[in-house]
């Protein structure tokens, strides 16, 4: 089955860090371009991060220079490391492919940041 399964949320001290993971089954996703997504409560899902099959990497200017997506091929996974957390990073995360005919989504995964 083909699938993408993201990991690590819990929470979290402001200016503290966490890393999520996201774990591709079914297949490899090696030649895929990969993007973190996340979702405030009550609002629309936003772009957080993508790496591309190359390892390029683009961030939305709120996480520039706190957070870093990168990939494992090997072990088939792609994190987002989050640092310097602040209250407003508090949201469910995704990460998301376009494979083939569809758009692949985990299940998400909750990161809260509060004292």
């Known amino acids: 089955q083909v699938q993408l399964v993201e990991s690590g949320g819990g929470l979290v001290q402001p200016g503290g860090s966490l890393r999520v993971s996201c774990a591709a089954s079914g297949f490899s996703l090696r030649s895929f371009g990969m993007k973190w997504f996340r979702q405030i409560q009550g609002k629309e899902r936003e772009l957080v991060a993508r790496i591309s099959s190359g390892g390029g990497t683009f961030y939305t200017g709120s996480v520039k220079g706190r957070f870093t997506v990168f990939r494992d091929n090997d072990n088939n996974t792609v994190y987002l490391q989050m640092n310097s957390l602040e209250p407003e990073d508090t949201a469910v995360y995704y990460c998301?492919?376009?494979?083939?005919?569809?758009?692949?989504w985990g299940q998400g995964t909750q990161v809260t940041v509060s004292s």
């Open positions: 998301n492919t376009p494979y083939f005919d569809r758009e692949l």
